[in-house]
């Protein structure tokens, strides 16, 4: 039977969860110019309640940390590993597919970053945590767009997150539920990441767990085949580049 693109997504995050937190450079930067982004719309530095989706070694859970002073925190992951982080936080942490776990009542905060892309149908995710939060409560996530990892996609590799989407189709979900949501903020960037060789830039796949095509069964011919066309395709004096698309949303709820 084959693997869903949930079970591949665990089975890579789980595999990269030690080297994520060092490697992860860029989820690292998103998630905190999220929190900040959060911390300068949000007249309040407090919440009384949040919940965190796909926490994984705590990027976005220590940046808003740093900015709020939260309550009674909710932290979910597919990997178990992240347990660790929520006991380490005193956070209560929900293990499994963030569609099937049963979510925490009434949050003020509901926050995720780098992760909604995994999902089929990131905007189901997005409406559920439009109705969900309380009124005057907030919703701040980031993703990322459709010309994530745009060098492998030339290249003809398919093994892409689902959802990657442009940030206006997933502000348009949001603000279809009718639950009062005002967008205070929409971005997206584009990045390059430039490495030494091909090669490199699988280290980095591997060691972050964010392109299936990291983990494929590679032999020395088809790497060798890989590398070359990379650098026809792409190679700079400077190097090779991976470009990443990030996407942020945040939304308030009227009270």
């Known amino acids: 039977m084959t693997a869903s693109i949930t079970e591949r997504a665990e089975r890579s995050f789980t ?4 080297s994520y937190h060092e490697r ?15 911390s300068d719309l949000a007249p309040s530095k407090s919440f009384s309640s949040a919940f965190e989706i796909g926490c994984g070694t705590g990027h976005l859970t220590h940046a808003l940390l740093r900015r709020f002073s939260i309550a ?8 178990p590993n992240a347990s660790r982080l929520a006991a380490s936080l005193g956070a209560r942490f929900l293990k499994g ?9 009434s949050p003020q905060l509901i926050a ?3 992760s ?4 089929d149908a990131p905007e189901a995710l997005l409406q559920k945590a439009a109705t969900r939060l309380i009124p005057g ?23 892409q997150a689902p959802g990657l989407r442009w940030p206006e189709a997933l502000a348009k979900a949001v603000q279809s539920t009718g639950s009062g949501l005002d967008i205070a903020d929409l971005v ?3 990045r390059q990441l430039w490495f030494e060789s091909p090669l490199d830039v699988l280290r980095h796949l591997q060691q972050t767990g964010v392109n299936a095509a990291a983990s494929r069964v590679w032999t020395r011919t088809t790497l060798a085949h890989f590398s070359d066309r990379y650098v026809q395709a792409f190679g700079t004096p400077r190097g090779v580049p991976l470009t990443y698309h990030p996407t942020w949303m945040i939304a308030h709820k009227a009270l």
């Open 116 to 119: 909604l892309q995994w999902l």
């Open 188 to 190: 997206q960037e584009r």
């Open 15 to 18: 595999r990269s969860f030690q």
């Open 24 to 38: 992860a450079s860029e989820q690292a930067r998103i998630a905190d110019l999220l929190a900040q982004r959060l």
């Open 137 to 159: 409560g907030w919703l701040a996530f980031s993703s990322f767009g459709p010309a994530q990892f745009h060098e492998l996609r030339c290249l003809g590799f398919s093994a």
């Open 97 to 105: 597919d963030i569609r099937d776990v049963v979510w925490p009542e």
């Open 72 to 79: 009674s925190l909710t932290v979910n992951d597919l990997v």
């Open 112 to 114: 995720s970053a780098s």
